[in-house]
Nanobody
Framework: VQLQASGGGLVQPGGSLTLSCAASGYTLDYLTIGWFRQAPGKEREGVSCISSEGGSTHYADSVKGRFTISRDNAKNTVYLEIDSLKAEDTALYYC?????????????????????WGQGTQVTVSS
């Protein structure tokens, strides 16, 4: 599985951005995809996940209401829409994949649960 994250950039506070995670080497239908971010000097944080079967979504409390994850299996791409951007959203954003279905209680936002990682895309929120 290869993952390519894109869509980052410099955005003003209050703005919006949509990140993309393009998967190859495996059909997206069978992949659970998570988005993570890491700010300088901080640990990697899971922010959102969308499961393979059923497409259930999960969000960290810190981003609920502002982040929306979605998938387009025909395009083999998962999206992360970020609204009302804040300075604290500044980070390197990564997407990661787990092959297979997941069940309630699976560690959706835990980096250790994922097997494949893409390179990051930088999001900088600044005026």
């Amino acid at each position: 599985v290869q993952l390519q994250a894109s869509g980052g950039g410099l955005v003003q506070p209050g703005g919006s951005l949509t990140l993309s995670c393009a998967a190859s080497g495996y059909t997206l239908d069978y992949l659970t995809i998570g988005w993570f971010r890491q700010a300088p000097g901080k640990e990697r944080e899971g922010v959102s996940c969308i499961s393979s079967e059923g497409g259930s979504t999960h969000y960290a409390d810190s981003v609920k209401g502002r982040f929306t994850i979605s998938r387009d299996n025909a395009k083999n791409t998962v999206y992360l829409e970020i609204d009302s951007l804040k300075a604290e959203d500044t980070a390197l954003y990564y997407c990661a994949a787990f092959i297979g279905a997941v069940v309630p209680g699976w560690p959706f936002l835990s980096a250790g649960a994922y097997d494949y990682w893409g390179q990051g895309t930088q999001v900088t929120v600044s005026s």
